[in-house]
């Protein structure tokens, strides 16, 4: 049993109590602990990520119960890849929140901040489904935190709209694990995919009411259509940074959604078939033509950006809901690029503003480059990895019967989300520069005008960090999605799974 898989859990859980009780009051000891923590993930993650390469999944079982009796995280190639994903993303927040001074302009942020990084880590390494509830929980009560860091009323207001539309997510989680529960008598997950299987004629339909419950649920974490709409007014008034670390929270959604209708609710059980898939797909392509109308028509950079996250994962989604192994992959490798694509287009956006301030004039030539790097990342424009992680998409529909309405809408909503971004990139980096240009007055969410600074050299690297890792991801194309292939033969044999959780299973 490998011992170093419960660590990205307990380590980022005990540096935010000791920064929490022992550290409130000194700022520079939380970023030392913070930078420490999340530099000792990326070696954590990088190792497990190494150990799972031979194709071995790796449980760990808490006070050495088997399960399903006990509770177990499991370390395969997928929960491996999203450790890396994470760790990676988050040095570049916590950096850039130190550099830009976020972090100092309310309370808790490191501590918060690291609790974020345990409920994440937890809910990819969990095997057990009550768990990623719980999960789910820690990362609802910590992105609040996080969400409201540094106050203001709209701030709280949007945070108020963000908490209950999540615990309305978690009444109806645990609805189905009641149901779930009732109709499979466990809720280890490995163990419920062999009941899913044996599940009798006449309880077919409450196992289809669990799994659908399930799926808003996680529609919810994944800000899918219907129920996208509380993303773009939660991530437009969150701090910056948070936002960047947010892009993070909807790839536990569509994580959670690859982990279930995979091994739980995968094609193989005759009682589902591909009823869960057939609902992903055009979900998917809804929230990616309401993001990119987003993108084309927001008047302000975070909203735009965060209608950007809402198109990025809808196209997510549709890649997903194509429901075969090739297009897993493709979404594998899409799921990377998004993630660091959102995160520096938020960063990006916070130097823009910082740079502003209440006086006009245009942000510097390095701002400007690194927002057109953003850009086009989010847009999925070449030579960035987004354009290969669409192709990639695109090819995987090819024998797909909505082959014609998937190319149409990613091919349309991509130019979309260049329009929408060559406007706003020209209202702040060129028109500053007319001298008839009247004031847009740069306020904050409270109306009170923003002071401009110099940008300090901290957080212009930090913001460049996630433009950084998708020229490697760019670079390195070939051996990423070869591993990410490998990654999603293995999600699409969920035996091995079930057996090295719960061990060998007799035939018949």
């Not at 939380?30 to 993930?41: D, N, P, Y």
């Not at 940074?241 to 993070?248: D, G, N, Y």
């Not at 960035?384 to 149409?408: H, N």
Request: proline share 6%; net charge neutral; charged share 10%.
């Amino acid at each position: 049993m490998n011992n170093w898989i419960i660590a990205p859990v307990v380590m980022p859980a005990i540096v935010a109590a000791v920064m929490a009780m022992a550290m409130r009051h000194d700022l520079v000891l939380q970023r030392v602990f913070s930078v420490a923590m999340t530099v000792a993930l990326i070696a954590i993650a990088g190792g497990l990520y190494i150990s799972t390469l031979d194709g071995t999944i790796h449980v760990y079982r808490l006070g050495d119960w088997p399960a399903p009796f006990g509770i177990v995280l499991v370390l395969d190639r997928l929960a491996a890849t999203m450790l890396v994903l994470t760790s990676l993303l988050a040095i570049g927040v916590v950096l850039y929140a130190m550099g830009s001074g976020w972090d100092g302009r309310g309370w808790h942020f490191h501590a918060l901040f690291a609790f974020q990084l345990m409920g994440v880590n937890g809910a990819f390494l969990t095997g057990d489904a009550f768990n990623l509830f719980v999960f789910f929980e820690v990362l609802l009560i910590a992105s609040y935190g996080l969400m409201i860091h540094a106050g203001g009323g709209v701030r709280l207001r949007a945070g108020l709209q963000y908490v209950v539309m999540n615990l309305a997510g978690s009444t109806l989680f645990l609805f189905a694990m009641g149901t779930l529960y009732a109709v499979t008598g466990t809720l280890n997950m490995a163990d419920m995919a062999l009941g899913v299987r044996e599940v009798p004629a006449g309880n077919q339909a409450l196992l289809l009411v669990g799994g659908a419950l399930l799926l808003i649920v996680f529609g919810i974490k994944a800000a899918a259509f219907p129920v996208q709409f509380w993303l773009p007014g939660t991530y437009r008034n969150a701090p910056m940074p948070v936002a960047a670390l947010f892009a993070i929270l909807t790839k536990v959604g569509a994580y959670s959604i690859i982990r279930m209708y995979t091994l739980v609710f995968g094609t193989g059980s005759p009682a589902i078939g591909d009823f869960f898939i057939g609902l992903i797909l055009p979900a998917g392509l809804a929230t990616l033509i309401i993001g990119a109308i987003g993108v084309l028509g927001a008047k302000q950079p975070p909203r735009q950006a965060a209608f950007a996250v809402l198109a990025s994962m809808g196209t997510l989604l549709t890649a997903i809901g194509l429901g075969t192994e090739q297009a897993t992959a493709a979404a594998l490798f899409y799921l990377l690029h998004s993630t660091f694509a959102a995160a520096a287009l938020f960063l990006v956006v916070d130097l823009i503003l910082a740079s502003q301030g209440p006086t006009v004039r245009a942000p510097g030539g390095f701002v400007a480059s690194l927002f057109f790097a953003a850009a086009i990342a989010s847009a999925g424009m070449p030579p960035l990895s987004g354009f290969l992680g669409k192709l990639l998409i695109l090819d995987a529909s090819r024998d797909a019967a909505w082959m014609p309405t998937i190319w149409a809408i990613i091919l349309i909503t991509s130019l979309l989300v260049i329009v929408g971004f060559t406007l706003r990139g020209s209202r702040y980096f060129w028109k500053p520069l007319d001298p008839h240009f009247a004031n847009p007055k740069n306020l904050d969410l409270d109306g009170n005008p923003i002071p401009a600074h110099p940008l300090r050299p901290l957080a212009l690297t930090a913001a460049g960090i996630p433009l950084a890792m998708m020229v490697l991801l760019t670079l390195a194309a070939g051996p990423v999605l070869q591993a990410m292939e490998d990654t999603a033969a293995q999600i699409w044999d969920p035996d091995r799974y079930i057996e090295a959780v719960l061990g060998p299973q007799e035939e018949g």
